[in-house]
């Protein structure tokens, strides 16, 4: 062990712009310092200083190939020194492999051959999945897409094989969620292999993963992943070598265009075949100190594999506990803690240090066989999408160009959805029409023509506007700029409370809350998730964009996409307060530190954005022909009965049980300047927020003269009129509506949501707090800011 | 009333009624988090039982 005297020790964040330095160590200890030495904070790494984020902080860094962005309070934990200090232990670190004999398996011993995804957060996993299993999972150009564990099946030769699709991973310790979910799952469900997906352009970092799974003694396969981009950048490496120093067979694949994907599956079949007989497995070589440690201490307990044992000498919590059910548990756990003192005084470092510097040093060893850089290769700075880089993230640009690039998506929204929203429209009043027209009066034909077109065809005419949406944003997202986006706002977030891994739950609920309250699962703190969950339902999700779209279009006649933007806006800035007043009283804490990788700019494909296109629409549909159908009938039939002779359109339905049931809720609405017809529609919305829609086309179609059943909804909210002959809406009316529907309680099936992963008690508290917080802000926006303008 | 009024009076109540019942149900399926991951696709999205490809 040499230690570098000659140059003085500095902390990261001093850094500045432009210099590269070397990693002399991390201090502090748990999940952070962890998180940093997996991403490849380990000693003698490089790390060169990018950018400061718009608003100085957080700092993109670069180290191993990837970017990452880090606070400057979480850089000060790292010490560094000038770049090319010598670090002799790192050079030595690489001693080869060590064979492990394991026994054979039946791979059919279940019955189901299986074989599960492992590989870094935004690998490709979730592309291959879809690939190979024609599944429609959704993907993004950045971490954290997949929470959960996804399944699949394919066949080949003959054979059905289960595909598992698991969370994007650094490494399989024992601090956060998704690490422990992968390890547990493979645990418990003894997959027949590991397809290991590796991104072939950042091999160093995407390894240290793989040195893990090698401990693991299950059949593996790699796939090099994005093996274009390694081809187009001029690099050249030697797979069959590679192979051979990890132990393990390796193929080229390229999954967003599927090449290679047979040559993968082949592999992995091969693989699983040859463990149906006795096999060497190959594992890490840690040298003679804790190999001897391994053999002793995997003697002692012999049921468990060889990572366990090594978790143990880790001191990994976890892997202690499964102690606690063997006979010498106690004797196993004192020979460990003595091998662990005695590493760490040989080592001088902490075991956790050693064991990760040592894997990286194996795999830095294997690279520098087999991995021959393009000595002519673009530096970083001028890589595809890097100059665009410096003009998104611009200090005085960036946040008016984050702001444009939304102006523009809704602004095209609704321009470029106008047109086929109209066809749609006009072919919907032609049906109703002819319905009108072909079918004798009676209670069958008001069904049809006031309750399912009237309330379902309220709603489909959005539907052009939906896609479009969704088109766009998943152009943002598959080209890297989301990930951009949360480091330009990281700092706001970090000032209200947010945690940096808010942003993508924050990012899903924008489409839909239900996901986005399932993607708070990566947040380690449990006030975090709490937090996050309480705030996404403000994110305002597609359901609720039928009800802008209609509103905004009735009733503002210039600058339609900055007045949807706003509504957007004000639903973050509300997220923004609550999380302020939320993390500062009720769940109060310390503030979790973050690493954020910051993933490659790519180009979007057209296919990828249809797909999510088409897969939103879709959804669209099927929510149109069961939910909305079923919610559209109820209504229209609680606006028809009861019946009553002699009564006009407009006694008739306020004398029903739907008007019955408004005029109850009127004196709680009216403040706010909605009548009992936008009271009983924001009820109704509980069950799916498009019915908010369909209800005031239900509502609003009933009301009518014949004549006028071919009019839009549209039409008839611009003409509708109270008793008095004063018009029901206007902008001010439309907006504080809009505002109410934007942060009022959110469906049932989000709230189901938020009682499985927070409790009942949290789901009591949104409904009453977000039903508060609307009627306030209506309250406030009708009767103060209103009389203002 | 005709009968053809109370023909189409029978039908539209068994329409409502149903209506009201795939209501029902699909409420106490999603608050029982059961068979339905929530996003209103009305599947279960974990649960990918499609045949997959042939290689």
């Known amino acids: 062990m040499t230690e570098n005297n000659n140059n003085t020790i500095r902390l990261l964040d001093h850094e500045p712009v432009g210099q590269t330095v070397q990693v002399v160590r991390v201090m502090g200890d748990g999940a952070f310092r962890q998180r940093l030495l997996e991403m490849g904070f380990v000693r003698g790494a490089k790390v060169t200083v990018l950018k400061n984020a718009p608003l100085r902080d957080p700092v993109e860094y670069m180290i191993m190939g990837s970017h990452i962005s880090l606070r400057h309070s979480e850089a000060a934990q790292v010490e560094v020194t000038d770049r090319d200090a010598e670090f002799c232990d790192m050079e030595d670190a690489y001693q080869g492999i060590v064979e492990t004999e394991v026994a054979a398996v039946d791979p059919m011993a279940d019955n189901v051959l299986r074989v599960v995804l492992i590989g870094n957060p935004n690998c490709g996993k979730t592309s291959l999945f879809n690939n190979v299993t024609g599944a429609r999972e959704k993907v993004g150009n950045y971490g954290g897409v997949t929470v959960d564990s996804k399944e699949g099946w394919f066949s080949i030769g003959g054979r059905r094989v289960q595909l598992v699709d698991l969370p994007g991973t650094y490494s399989l310790t024992e601090y956060s969620p998704e690490e422990m979910y992968v390890r547990t799952y493979i645990r418990d469900n003894h997959p027949d292999a590991i397809l290991n997906i590796v991104d072939a352009g950042n091999l160093e970092r995407n390894l240290y993963l793989t040195t893990q799974l090698m401990d693991m003694n299950i059949p593996m396969v790699v796939a090099l992943n994005m093996w274009d981009e390694l081809e187009k950048s001029g690099d050249r490496l030697d797979i069959e070598m590679l192979s051979r120093l990890l132990g393990a067979r390796m193929v080229p694949l390229t999954a967003y265009n599927g090449h290679g994907v047979k040559d993968v599956l082949e592999a992995t079949m091969a693989t699983i075949d040859e463990s149906e007989q006795e096999t060497k497995h190959h594992n890490v070589n840690y040298g003679s100190l804790i190999e001897d440690s391994l053999k002793q201490l995997g003697e002692m307990c012999p049921t468990l594999d060889r990572y366990t044992v090594l978790k143990i000498i880790e001191n990994d919590q976890h892997a202690i506990e499964l102690l606690d059910s063997q006979s010498n548990g106690l004797e196993v756990k004192i020979a460990a803690a003595d091998m662990r003192q005695r590493i760490e005084r040989d080592?001088?470092?902490?075991?956790?240090?050693?064991?990760?510097?040592?894997?990286?040093?194996?795999?830095?060893?294997?690279?520098?066989?087999?991995?021959t850089p393009n000595p002519e290769r673009a530096i970083e700075d001028t890589k595809p999408g890097y100059s665009m880089d410096r003009l998104l993230t611009n200090r005085w640009l960036a946040l008016p160009i984050l702001l444009v690039l939304m102006w523009l998506m809704f602004e095209a929204t609704f321009t470029l959805g106008a047109y086929p929203q109209e066809w749609i429209e006009n072919g919907i009043g032609w049906l109703g029409e002819w319905i009108g027209k072909a079918m004798p009066d009676?209670?069958?034909?008001?069904?049809?023509?006031?309750?399912?077109?009237?309330?379902?065809?309220?709603?489909?005419?959005?539907?052009?506007?939906?896609?479009?949406?969704?088109?766009?944003?998943?152009?943002?997202?598959?080209s890297?700029?989301?990930?951009?986006?949360?480091?330009?706002v990281d700092r706001v977030m970090h000032r209200v409370g947010l945690h940096g891994k808010s942003f993508i739950p924050y990012l899903i609920g924008f489409g839909c809350g239900v996901p986005a309250i399932m993607a708070?699962?990566?947040?380690?703190?449990?006030?975090?998730?709490?937090?996050?969950?309480?705030?996404?339902?403000?994110?305002s999700c597609s359901a609720r964009l039928p009800a802008y779209l209609l509103l905004v279009a009735a009733f503002f006649t210039a600058n339609q996409g900055l007045i949807l933007m706003s509504i957007y806006l004000i639903g973050i800035l509300i997220a923004a307060l609550t999380a302020i007043v939320l993390s500062k009283t009720i769940l109060k804490h310390d503030k979790t530190q973050f690493v954020m990788e910051l993933p490659p700019y790519r180009k979007p494909t057209a296919r990828n954005a249809t797909i999510h296109m088409w897969s939103k629409g879709k959804q669209y549909l099927q929510k149109m022909a069961t939910i909305i159908l079923a919610a559209s009938i109820i209504v229209w039939a609680l606006g028809y009965f009861p019946r009553h002779d002699g009564q006009t359109p407009q006694e008739q339905i306020e004398n029903s049980y739907m008007g019955q049931m408004g005029k109850a809720?009127?004196?709680?609405?009216?403040?706010?300047?909605?009548?009992?017809?936008?009271?009983v529609s924001v009820l109704t919305g509980a069950a799916a927020k498009e019915i908010v829609v369909s209800t005031m086309g239900v509502l609003y179609t009933g009301e009518s003269d014949a004549t006028e059943e071919s009019a839009s909804l549209k039409e008839k909210l611009q003409t509708a009129t109270k008793p008095n002959g004063e018009h029901v809406f206007d902008p001010i009316v439309a907006y504080s509506f809009m505002l109410f529907i934007l942060l009022y309680f959110p469906c049932i099936a989000a709230l189901a949501a938020i009682r499985r992963e927070a409790g009942t008690k949290w789901m009591v508290f949104e409904i009453f707090y977000t039903t508060a917080v609307a009627w306030i802000v209506s309250f406030i926006f009708y009767q103060v800011v209103a009389r203002l303008i | 009333m005709t009968t053809s009024g109370i023909i189409q009076t029978i039908v539209v109540l068994?329409?409502?009624?149903?209506?009201?019942?795939?209501?029902?149900?699909?409420?106490?399926?999603?608050?029982?988090?059961?068979?339905?991951?929530?996003?209103?696709c009305g599947k279960d999205c974990k649960c990918n039982n499609k045949p997959g490809k042939e290689f």
């Open chain 1, 442 to 478: 009676g209670i069958l034909k008001d069904l049809i023509v006031d309750g399912i077109i009237g309330g379902v065809g309220g709603v489909l005419v959005f539907l052009p506007q939906i896609l479009i949406l969704f088109f766009f944003i998943s152009l943002l997202e598959d």
């Open chain 1, 665 to 679: 809720i009127e004196p709680i609405v009216a403040p706010l300047g909605f009548n009992w017809q936008m009271g």
């Open chain 1, 347 to 371: 080592y001088n470092s902490d075991i956790t240090s050693i064991i990760t510097d040592l894997k990286y040093g194996f795999v830095r060893g294997a690279l520098a066989e087999t991995l």
């Open chain 2, 14 to 40: 068994g329409i409502v009624a149903v209506a009201l019942l795939y209501v029902l149900r699909q409420v106490i399926k999603t608050t029982r988090g059961k068979g339905d991951c929530g996003c209103g």
């Open chain 1, 520 to 539: 708070t699962r990566t947040l380690e703190n449990r006030r975090d998730r709490i937090v996050t969950i309480l705030t996404v339902p403000f994110m």
């Open chain 1, 480 to 488: 890297g700029y989301m990930a951009r986006a949360a480091f330009i």
